[in-house]
């Protein structure tokens, strides 16, 4: 009887939460005014239409087989919206908004979608023979966080569309940030000591399967920056000439850096001698203390021009979980759930805040806004830990990124749910994307 109840009581939760995370989707396309759902706001990534139809496609197809009376109604349309793109290497999708269907079509698809998953999901949960027996708990976990995922992924790429085609919205963010205060260019000393990277099989957790197995990585002595480089300090060094000077990058990201004519993160814009920050509503004066968001490419370049370098995951670990006796932490701060003391994150604000905006968040080496705000890059390849084993209902998710093109980033942004902001979360991306809220922090060796 008591598992009974406990079962009814996490699959409650559960859809609550799915509920909760349709909403912050939905009000992301209530931003996009209607003439623009065919533009494509970033270059490598679908139109805007795709994402209207891929978050209920994604989850049709991760969950209709498990319930009653789901039978697929628009095979086109599941297989249209199943996945999205992450092109490397330079090519670039080529489709035109015609070859898209219209907004009703992909609203009334996504309407009948919600209405029969929710009636199945109310009904029941048929499990299935052998190999493909899976909980509803685990499903439901992916659908959920798939798609919180993507309120920060659409998120990014409203970002990058032109202000007059987007509906403003109020922030919330500027009401917390303390006044009278600088961004330091300190390092902070991390003692050599042990890093616990992963999630136990054990634990009752979810976690993706890139976050399995639990492991133990011995760190050496090492100095990190106390905050995410700023715009600031990443203005000293396109004033240098970072973006000229070829020894400061590889060959890979020189050539990406020259055939796409980089020349300044994604996030700025020049005029004459000034420079502006492209915020999700509004343009406004480069604003100096908040973290830059650039492409691992810009983050390396910098590092070298600082004599400095990327940390490892590891490295990451050690600094934002470790403490001076050897205990893990589960967040930065301690053991306290996140709050909008400890960082920038779960949707509270549309934009960054100053590096030093959260103090309650420092992690026990004083290491400080390694939660939220901006995700940070590191110099380790994204790759399974030892004893990896793909999810059977979505094998590709993290094993098609297996490829050596992929970097982890740690940490979160303004836009990611607090749901991700566990220990052994991993998000990725390749070297050369600019538009992820991702910034980083330097380490000395």
Not at 294 to 315: D, I, M, N, Q
Not at 328 to 338: F, L, V
Not at 409 to 416: D, F, L, M, V
Request: proline fraction near 7%; aromatic fraction near 14%; charged fraction near 20%.
């Amino acid at each position: 009887m008591l598992a009974a109840h406990s079962a009814a009581g996490t699959q409650h939760r559960l859809l609550a939460s799915l509920a909760h995370a349709r909403s912050e989707t939905d009000r992301l396309f209530d931003l996009v005014k209607p003439y623009s759902l065919y533009e494509r706001p970033v270059p490598e990534r679908h139109r805007i239409i795709f994402y209207l139809g891929h978050l209920e496609a994604f989850d049709w197809n991760l969950l209709h087989g498990h319930l009653p009376n789901s039978k697929p109604f628009h095979p086109e349309f599941d297989r249209l919206f199943a996945f999205g793109i992450d092109p490397v290497g330079g090519g670039l999708p080529t489709d035109q908004p015609a070859d898209w269907p219209t907004a009703t079509e992909v609203r009334d698809y996504r309407s009948r979608i919600r209405q029969t998953l929710d009636a199945g999901l109310a009904t029941g949960w048929q499990t299935r023979s052998g190999s493909e027996e899976f909980s509803s708990s685990l499903l439901l976990n992916v659908a959920i966080e798939h798609r919180l995922m993507h309120a920060e992924t659409f998120t990014y790429m409203l970002h990058q569309l032109p202000i007059d085609r987007k509906i403003p919205q109020r922030g919330q963010g500027n009401a917390r940030t303390p006044g009278r205060m600088v961004a330091t260019s300190r390092m902070m000393e991390i003692p050599a000591g042990p890093a616990r990277l992963g999630l136990s099989r054990d634990s009752t957790s979810f976690g993706w399967d890139n976050e399995y197995e639990s492991h133990t990585v011995d760190v050496p002595r090492f100095a990190i920056d106390e905050h995410m480089v700023t715009n600031g300090q990443y203005l000293q060094f396109t004033k240098a000439g970072g973006y000229e000077d070829q020894s400061l990058w590889n060959e890979a990201d020189w050539l990406w850096k020259t055939g796409r004519q980089i020349s300044h993160p994604a996030f700025w814009k020049r005029t004459g001698d000034s420079w502006s920050y492209l915020a999700m509503f509004d343009e406004r004066p480069l604003p100096l203390e908040w973290p830059v968001y650039v492409s691992h490419a810009e983050a390396s370049a910098y590092a070298r021009w600082s004599g400095k370098a990327l940390p490892t995951e590891a490295e990451w670990h050690r600094a934002a979980y470790g403490t001076p006796d050897g205990h893990k932490r589960p967040y930065p701060w301690g053991s306290e759930p996140p709050t909008v003391e400890h960082g920038n994150f779960d949707f509270y604000d549309w934009d960054p805040a100053p590096v030093y905006a959260f103090p309650n968040g420092r992690s026990a080496f004083g290491v400080s806004g390694l939660l939220g705000n901006g995700w940070e890059w590191t110099s380790s390849r994204f790759e399974p830990f030892s004893g990896f084993q793909p999810f059977p209902f979505y094998r590709g998710y993290s094993a098609d990124f297996f490829d050596g093109k992929h970097y982890v980033i740690k940490g979160g942004s303004a836009r990611t749910a607090a749901c991700m902001l566990r220990r052994s979360f991993r998000n990725w991306f390749q070297p050369h994307y600019q538009y992820v809220y991702a910034g980083f922090r330097c380490v000395s060796r």
